[in-house]
């Protein structure tokens, strides 16, 4: 079972909140601008297995090819597990390998993937990245770091009760 979301991340400041001295304003360094990449993640929330790659778009043929290198590296069938993105398209999945179901949509909290973001984000917070390839960095590393924590991150209980009825 394989939860999936993209993260947009770049060079625009990702603001978070700031603790100062009663009656003094927080300084944080902003870069006004925005290059983006996304980060299109998969991860199984009981096993901490996961793919991931940086691409330049949220569309379709992004998608579809994200999903084509997923599927070269699987040994059994899966679920997969999404969002109801505009990109997220069924007949992108070979029947034998993924079983596509979505989640409902503005369910955001049903998605492990999201609190996985979550702990990304906070690595970026008060940030500032010039370019593109420090953001995507910064992302990465993010990512590495926190990938020995993902099962206990993302395994909600209603996925573990889940697992354990098959």
Not at 4 to 22: A, I, V, Y
Not at 57 to 77: A, H, M, N, P, Y
Not at 99 to 113: G, Y
Request: glycine fraction near 4%; include cysteine; proline fraction near 5%.
């Amino acid at each position: 079972m394989f939860f999936h979301d993209e993260l947009r991340t770049g060079t625009r400041t990702e603001l978070g909140t700031k603790w100062t001295p009663m009656g003094h304003r927080p300084v944080a360094p902003v870069k006004i601008g925005y290059e983006s990449v996304w980060l299109y993640l998969t991860s199984c929330p009981l096993t901490g297995e996961g793919f991931a790659a940086f691409l330049p778009r949220l569309d379709g043929e992004q998608f579809q090819w994200f999903i084509e290198q997923v599927q070269t590296c699987l040994i059994s069938k899966a679920l997969f597990i999404a969002d109801g993105a505009t990109a997220h398209k069924a007949e992108f999945f070979a029947k034998d390998k993924l079983r596509f179901i979505r989640l409902p949509t503005a369910c955001p909290e049903l998605n492990p993937v999201e609190r996985f973001f979550k702990e990304v984000r906070r690595q970026l917070k008060s940030r500032v990245f010039t370019t593109l390839e420090q953001a995507q960095q910064c992302v990465q590393e993010a990512v590495e770091l926190l990938a020995d924590k993902v099962v206990s991150i993302t395994a909600f209980p209603y996925i573990r009760d889940a697992s354990n009825q098959y």
